[in-house]
């Protein structure tokens, strides 16, 4: 089974945040998007090298949001288990 740690699941959802947000300025910053680009880039080569199975993880990270009833990332990690993946909480 594949494993996901649920730390980076996180990273890369904030960077996707702060990415849309740089997207969604008046003024896009270049520099911004780039540099998030880069970090999501760098968290999704974390988990695969696989460019087609980092584009499903990215694809369910941005279409998911974590849960309002309990501030969780339950919907995320659940359809990402049902892609294959283990979620390792707790580990850095």
């Known amino acids: ?6 730390y980076h699941i996180v990273k890369i959802q904030s960077a996707t945040i702060r990415l849309f947000e740089a997207e969604d300025d008046n003024y896009p910053d270049g520099r911004v998007i780039k540099a998030n680009e880069r970090a ?8 695969t090298p696989d460019e087609a199975e980092q584009r499903k993880i ?4 941005e279409r998911q949001n974590w849960n309002a009833e309990d501030y969780t990332f339950k919907p995320i990690c659940d359809e990402l288990r049902a892609l294959g993946y283990e979620i390792l909480e707790g580990v850095k």
């Open 40 to 47: 999501i880039k760098h968290w999704l080569d974390k988990i």
């Open 1 to 6: 089974m594949k494993q996901i740690k649920l």
């Open 58 to 61: 990215l694809d369910i990270i």
